[in-house]
């Protein structure tokens, strides 16, 4: 029989330090170490100098991977639990969720973490943006950065369909149906996000699959190479007004500063992530314990349009983007403005991979993230209102408004409000504006045109033929004609 291995005698050590540490730890980590050399290389990892630091400035990262790892071990949790079909999900939920249980902990902690994970990622981004962070020798840090911010978006909206309830049926509808409106990859979008032509059973298995194996499994390779970057590529430094990033010199001259004055990773340097992150868990516990899992909407029914489909807070805005552009140009923009989002953000740092990092130096900066950071605040002040739902108490048109003492065109207007047409649009600034306004119809569109739409209906608007009589028909349409 083989005499017990030596693990103090190393065949081939890593490194000469690897060789020593290994030597000083006991037998278990000297075994460790002398098998995956891991040990020495986590070492390493924590020992690496840093540029000294003072702020908070630089916490917002890591406190993205705290609250990634919280979504992923209370994702998993809640994925013991949870029935991804159809007829069972919300039960599946619902059961879940009687306040002080701990499923409904673990769903409360899920919920708060998503919220964290967003806020979190988009101050990180910001702070990288203001102090250029995504500079020589960065940008690839940045581009996984970029993919992975719409990442947590994407989760963050799949994850809310799952509850399944009134709200995420109806999200998932409005979602396809806003996709569905692009040109060419429209229906294609919306056909993958649906599962099928409409609302079905393999819907929630298709979102369900996404939000928990292809998301988190690109999010986690994304992840482990934007981590990597940040130890090879070395943190940044807090940018000095007039100390301008050069190609050519960067790497050497971050060298010598770090060496001249920086300090070790752990603890120096990382206590503050640690202290910030842990609060933030606490934090959520906190919240998931005092506040609990949010309340599910009604029970699932594809035939009630009277939904109420709003998104969690942090995509309100973006609901609210939809719904505003004017109707000529929201096809277009669908598509078209995530794609530029997308575009200018991964073209950034090959625009400008050089130069001055410091905001301060660079005023549009601040500027572009003041606007940004108004923009959303304003557009989810006007997503409370929910424009882009049917407007359910919407009065009948005022005499005023018709403009017209011929019967027919009173009877086609009066039609316009009892058909539920109003709810959708608005003629003079009165109705819904889930559809596009028809002040002008008139003029825009034929007799003949405007009997085809009404008669066939749109992506989100029912047909009516067999609903209005011939006769209704032709008032409707009549009264239309003279809105020009
Ligand atoms: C649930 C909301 C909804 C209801 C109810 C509704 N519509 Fe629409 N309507 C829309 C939407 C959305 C569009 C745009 C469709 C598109 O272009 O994809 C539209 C388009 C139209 C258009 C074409 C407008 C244009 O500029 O191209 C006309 C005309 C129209 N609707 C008339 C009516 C009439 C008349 C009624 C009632 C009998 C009605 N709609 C009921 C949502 C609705």
Aim: hydrophobic share 50%; glycine share 8%.
């Amino acid at each position: 029989m083989s005499s017990p291995p030596d693990f103090s005698e190393k065949i081939m050590p890593d490194t000469p330090e690897a060789n020593r540490d290994a030597r000083q730890h006991g037998k278990v980590v000297g075994w460790l170490e002398d098998r995956t050399g891991l040990v020495s290389r986590l070492n390493q990892a924590a020992g690496h100098r840093v540029p000294r630091r003072s702020g908070w400035a630089f916490v917002f990262g890591s406190a993205t991977l705290f609250a990634f790892i919280l979504q992923v071990v209370s994702g998993i949790t809640l994925a013991m639990f949870f029935e991804p079909a159809t007829a069972t999900a919300y039960q599946s939920l619902q059961q879940i969720s009687t306040p002080g249980s701990f499923e409904a902990l673990v769903r409360g902690l899920h919920y708060f973490g998503a919220s964290l994970m967003v806020v979190m990622a988009g101050i990180h981004m910001a702070r990288v943006y203001l102090m250029a962070a995504y500079k020589y020798p960065r940008e690839v840090q940045w581009l996984s950065g970029v993919l992975l911010l719409f990442l947590v978006l994407a989760m963050a909206f799949t994850g809310q369909t799952l509850r399944w309830d009134q709200n995420a049926l109806w999200s998932v509808v409005v979602g396809a149906e806003q996709a569905a409106r692009a040109p060419f990859v429209g229906p294609i979008l919306a056909r993958f996000l649906l599962a099928g032509d409409t609302l079905n059973a393999a819907t929630l298995s298709r979102l369900f699959s996404l939000h928990v194996f292809w998301f988190p499994a690109i999010m986690f390779g994304l992840i482990g190479l934007h981590v990597f970057l940040v130890l090879r590529n070395g943190i940044s430094e807090t940018p000095v007004p007039g100390r301008k990033v050069d190609p050519r010199t960067y790497k050497q001259d971050y060298q010598a500063r770090v060496k001249r004055d920086g300090v070790p990773f752990w603890p120096d340097a990382a206590w503050r992530d640690t202290v910030f992150g842990s609060a933030l868990i606490l934090l959520m516990v906190f919240l998931a314990w005092k506040i609990g899992a949010p309340e599910l909407g009604k029970p699932p029914d594809p035939s009630i349009v009277q939904a109420d489909p709003k998104p969690d807070w942090y995509l309100i805005w973006y609901f609210s983007v939809l719904a505003l552009w004017p109707y000529a140009v929201t096809n277009i923009m669908i598509i078209a403005a995530p794609l530029l989002a997308l575009v200018a953000l991964l073209a950034l740092p090959f625009v400008s991979n050089k130069g001055e990092r410091s905001p301060s130096r660079r005023p549009w900066a601040i500027a572009a993230v003041v606007v940004m950071v108004g923009l959303i605040f304003s557009l989810t002040v006007v997503g409370y209102r929910e424009p882009w739902l049917p407007h359910f108490k919407a009065l009948p048109l005022s005499a005023q408004t018709v403009g017209s003492t011929d019967p027919a065109v009173i009877r086609g207007a009066a039609l316009f409000h009892s058909q539920s047409c109003i709810l959708c649009h608005q003629i003079d600034g009165q109705g819904g504006i889930r559809g596009p306004d028809l002040s002008q119809v008139g003029a825009r569109l034929s007799r003949d045109q405007l009997i085809w739409r009404i008669q066939n209906g749109a992506a989100s608007m029912p047909p009516y033929a067999g609903v209005l009589t011939d006769q209704q028909l032709r008032d409707v349409v009549g009264f239309l004609e003279t809105r020009k």
